[in-house]
């Protein structure tokens, strides 16, 4: 066996309940968003990142200074949500942050509906969106909006891809609800995600191939670096922007405010 789940629930700090709930959902999913962070550190370096489940419990249960993008996050804790006896099934999504009207990006986003004993709903989680409209809390599938604090998210179902109905996730950012990803509820399988993971890690094109990515998530703020630029927005909506000088200061900065020590570096 492959993954060890007391490993895992020590390396995000879960000490809660075991029992497939909403609540234990929501609680897990906050515990693991605090606890890893999101970094595209392997693309940028040359190398596809792995989806075995080993691989991914070295990198991120056993080692505590690196993260991961979606598929990663989101295979590692897909494994956690089955073994405590949760449904889950994976959803590929078309982001929409960034894109202009009328673009229509390849689904490349992993996500998971996920469903618990006994419970009529069913749940969207996701814990590797690397953005700051990303979801806290899971959330029902359902037309409604969620205030996963700070963060205010809604479901907005629409239009379709064929003969599935299409879902968008929106966030409320800056006085308006913005778009985050796109998606039906059609099931993907892990082979689906090896080659759009081997896509999004090779092609020139790619946002994670070309430089770095990272955000921590923590209760009272969110710090992203994209290249040199890091970004600490706090709860109260203050944002600070600072222009990092090169790669040393980046590499200290990724060790000592996301807790990420950069492959091939050495500790501070």
């Known amino acids: 066996m492959d993954f060890d789940l ?3 629930l020590a390396r ?34 040359g190398t596809v990142p792995s989806l075995a489940l080993s691989d991914l419990m070295v990198k991120l249960v056993y080692c505590s200074t690196r993260g991961g993008y979606c598929y990663e996050h989101n295979t590692l804790f ?20 960034g894109a202009k009207p009328g673009d229509v990006r390849p689904r490349t986003h992993m996500l998971m509906l996920v469903e618990a004993p006994g419970d009529p709903h069913r749940y969207l ?38 003969p599935l109905e299409s879902w968008t996730l929106q966030a409320f950012q800056d006085g308006e609800w ?36 990272a955000i921590r998530t923590l209760p009272d703020r969110l710090l992203a670096l994209d290249a040199r630029t890091l970004t600490e927005t706090h709860a109260d909506g203050t944002v600070v922007i600072r222009e990092l000088a090169g790669d040393a200061e980046v ?5 000592d405010q996301f ?9 501070p």
């Open 178 to 213: 913005r778009d985050q990803y796109a998606f039906t509820v059609e099931p993907f399988l892990a082979p689906d995600f090896e080659v759009i993971n081997w896509h999004i890690a090779t092609n020139p094109k790619s946002p994670f191939s070309s430089r770095r990515h």
């Open 12 to 45: 995000i700090g879960y000490a809660g309940d075991r029992a497939p709930t909403a609540a234990t959902l929501r609680a897990l999913q906050r515990a693991h968003i605090y606890a890893i962070p999101f970094e595209n550190l392997d693309a940028v370096g």
């Open 251 to 255: 590499r200290q900065v990724l060790a």
């Open 6 to 8: 007391d490993a895992y």
């Open 78 to 97: 897909s494994t956690a949500l089955r073994t405590l006896g949760f449904r889950v099934t994976l959803l590929a999504a078309r982001v929409r942050v």
């Open 125 to 162: 989680a996701d814990v590797g969106f690397g953005s700051g409209g990303a979801l806290l809390d899971p959330m029902p599938l359902a037309p409604a909006d969620v205030r996963d604090h700070p963060r205010h998210h809604r479901l907005a179902v629409g239009g379709s891809e064929g």
């Open 259 to 267: 807790g990420i020590i950069e492959p091939g570096a050495d500790r």
